[in-house]
């Protein structure tokens, strides 16, 4: 059974820097992403990569600001979030799917979900 656990979160102010972190288990994954919701919002992309070449994928909201990055030897993908912004404030969930897909950026594109962190940040 895969399983993933969210870590890192919490309360910061505008401007400072946060990392996200998603120890992951079960499964030899073929891809690794963070979405986030925000209240009354469906639920967005936000980064992603791939295990086998380290290929990483961002929206553009967070280009720039934001790096996904993964540590093979302990199975976790993290996510160093910069510059933050009241509007990054959101639960943030990491996502896995083992399945090949040239697709990356969807709801859809995971099967493995985390139970989601809180990140909120302050103007």
């Known amino acids: 059974q895969a399983q993933l656990a969210e870590s890192g979160g919490g309360l910061v102010q505008a401007g400072d820097s946060l990392r996200l972190s998603c120890a992951a288990s079960?499964?030899?994954?073929?891809?690794m992403g963070w979405f986030r919701q925000a209240p009354g919002k469906e639920r967005e992309f936000v980064a992603a990569?791939?295990?086998?070449?380290?290929?990483?994928y961002y929206a553009e909201s967070v280009k720039g600001r934001f790096t996904i990055s993964k540590d093979n030897t302990k199975n976790t993908v993290y996510l160093q979030m910069n510059s933050l912004k009241p509007e990054d404030t959101a639960v943030y969930y990491c996502a896995a799917d083992e399945r090949y897909s040239q697709t990356y950026s969807t709801r859809y594109d995971y099967r493995y979900w985390g139970q989601g962190i809180q990140v909120t940040v302050s103007s």
């Open positions: 990569i791939r295990w086998t070449n380290g290929n990483t």
């Open positions: 079960g499964r030899t994954f073929s891809r």
